[in-house]
């Protein structure tokens, strides 16, 4: 028992250890997408132009790219510094988009999620039929 809290230290000692070392040399990024008025937004219509807004640490570069599943669906933008927005059209579809930012190791500093909605006119006329079908409806339980 007293082996076991033993390596159980140990082994804490040597995450804690190895955490703040990568901590030292981190690199801090935000990012976040917006409509094309900068408008923050995550989600976007079916060929809405998505902006995707960065902000990396001073001296630090990164690399930011768009995933849809497991498929790259736009960038890798690689070795970008300090404040910018990159423009990205989704080409995969409606569902949901990923968008990671990598430091020089490969370790994930910022990420974030956007979906891409389609925009289906039928929903608008069965919405639409619905009403005027519950005021018919209304209407006829009035006259009995």
């Known amino acids: ?14 995450l804690v250890s190895v955490s703040k070392a990568l901590a030292a040399d981190a690199t801090y990024a935000e990012i ?4 094309s008025g900068g408008n923050k937004k995550i989600n ?16 630090k570069t990164a690399d930011i790219k768009v995933m849809f599943g497991a498929d790259l669906d736009g960038g890798p933008w690689t070795d970008l510094s ?6 990205h059209d989704p080409s995969h579809g409606a569902g ?4 990671s930012c990598t430091g020089a190791e490969t370790v994930i500093i910022a990420y974030g999620t956007f979906n891409v909605i389609p925009e289906l006119p039928i929903g608008t006329v ?16 009035r006259r009995k």
């Not at 976040?32 to 409509?35: E, L, N, V």
């Not at 219509?45 to 001296?59: A, F, M, P, Q, R």
């Not at 919405?127 to 006829?140: I, N, Y």
Request: proline fraction near 0%; include cysteine.
């Open 1 to 14: 028992m007293k082996r076991i809290g033993f390596l159980f230290v140990v082994c804490a000692l040597l």
């Open 32 to 35: 976040y997408t917006s409509d």
């Open 44 to 59: 976007f219509d079916l060929g809405e132009t998505v902006y995707i807004h960065y902000k990396i640490e001073s001296g």
């Open 82 to 87: 300090g404040e910018g927005v990159l423009t």
């Open 96 to 99: 949901l988009y990923s968008v």
């Open 126 to 141: 069965m919405a639409t039929v619905a009403a005027f079908g519950a005021l018919g409806s209304a209407m006829l339980k």
